[in-house]
């Protein structure tokens, strides 16, 4: 996919850079923004013209039918900055289709490549200085919907608005993770809004998740909603299981989001060797292999962490402890893919793409 600009972009420079109040090497995850933020309106059935102006808040009515019927969608990507100052997006293609898959579930319009690619490639430009270089430092990338027309009628909205923020990050750690496993709550259900990354699934997750945290557990893996035994994602992550030397995952369905860091590591896995089972894991599996010493490993995969490791799950109020094991899966394809990210290993899948 190209980043060629081909588009009109009007563009606003900020008066003044924030860059020189910002703690780079002490920064948290999401809280700090740069200059710059991409701004396009769809109103009359047409999208206009994007605008590249300062980070600063906007204005919107009341009666917005994002506030009241919550058509928001929003995308997660990262860029990176190689050691000769070159920036390269990560598997941008897949974030675009995926955005607009999600558009296309909340009856919103789908946005036009070169106003997604085009006016990403140009912010990133304009904010090049915020974005270091060194494996552990990345550019968070926040592309995001929401419905603007006015009116507390039902429907879908007639206005939106399209954006893009861009945030500094680091190496993304949360310390040890222990997980409850979902007995009663699901992430979503058959028919619903699961595969999209709509912004109402994730305020969904957080009522369970505040109760698994009064447990002194960080996350939930979710489970089916009709039989509530087969494991589907975990937090906001898809989830990987190793039992023996096998790895598993859920397969892709209207309940579980197709995530890119997911694909790409089921592709490293199979490239490594590593056998990989893409298909429903049971509870019951899970609890078995605990109890008799085949599972070895659990891990979470997403944007932010990229691989994040579980080191144990409670189930029916008994807890399993995971082993401490060197050179683990998580660690191996963590450290492949990152390398691959960051320029520091050759990229055979295709998957980088340069900021032009």
Not at 117 to 132: A, P, R, S, T, Y
Not at 280 to 297: F, H, R
Request: glycine residues 6%.
């Amino acid at each position: 996919m190209s980043t060629t600009q081909t588009i009109k972009i009007d563009i606003e420079k900020a008066a003044k850079t924030k860059i020189n109040e910002v703690d780079f090497e002490n920064l948290q995850f999401g809280s700090v923004f740069t200059d710059h933020m991409l701004e396009c309106d769809y109103k009359n059935g047409q999208w206009q013209t994007p605008v590249i102006k300062p980070y600063a808040p906007f204005l919107l009515d009341p009666s917005a039918r994002v506030f009241h019927y919550g058509q928001a969608i929003f995308e997660g990507m990262k860029a990176y900055k190689d050691n000769n100052d070159a920036v390269w997006l990560f598997r941008p293609d897949e974030n675009y289709k995926r955005f607009n898959s999600s558009a296309a579930r909340m009856a919103m319009p789908e946005v036009p490549e070169a106003i997604f690619m085009e006016g990403l490639n140009q912010v990133l430009k304009i904010d090049n200085d915020w974005i270091k270089k060194g494996k552990g430092s990345s550019m968070y990338i926040r592309p995001f919907m929401i419905a603007t027309g006015t009116g507390v009628m039902a429907n879908p909205s007639e206005d939106y608005k399209f954006m893009i923020l861009l945030s500094p990050a680091k190496s993304y750690y949360s310390g040890e993770v222990k997980v409850l496993i979902a007995e009663h709550f699901s992430r979503a259900a058959n028919g619903g809004i699961g595969a999209a990354k709509a912004a109402g699934n994730y305020a969904a997750q957080f009522y369970p998740t505040t109760l698994a945290n009064k447990q002194g557990f960080q996350q939930v893996i979710w489970t089916d909603d009709s039989t509530h035994t087969k494991l589907e994602e975990a937090g906001t992550m898809n989830v990987f299981f190793r039992i023996n030397d096998t790895l598993m995952t859920a397969p892709t369905s209207e309940r579980i989001l197709d995530g890119i860091t997911r694909k790409s590591l089921i592709d490293l896995a199979v490239k490594e060797g590593i056998e990989v089972d893409v298909r429903s894991v049971l509870v019951s599996e899970l609890v078995e292999a605990a109890k008799n010493g085949s599972l070895k490993e659990i891990f979470g995969a997403g944007t932010a962490a990229v691989v994040n490791p579980i080191a144990g799950f409670s189930y029916k109020e008994v807890y399993y402890e995971l082993p401490k094991i060197e050179n683990s899966y998580a660690s191996q394809l963590k450290e492949k893919l990152t390398n691959i990210q960051n320029k520091l290993a050759e990229d055979t899948f295709g998957w980088t793409v340069q900021v032009q």
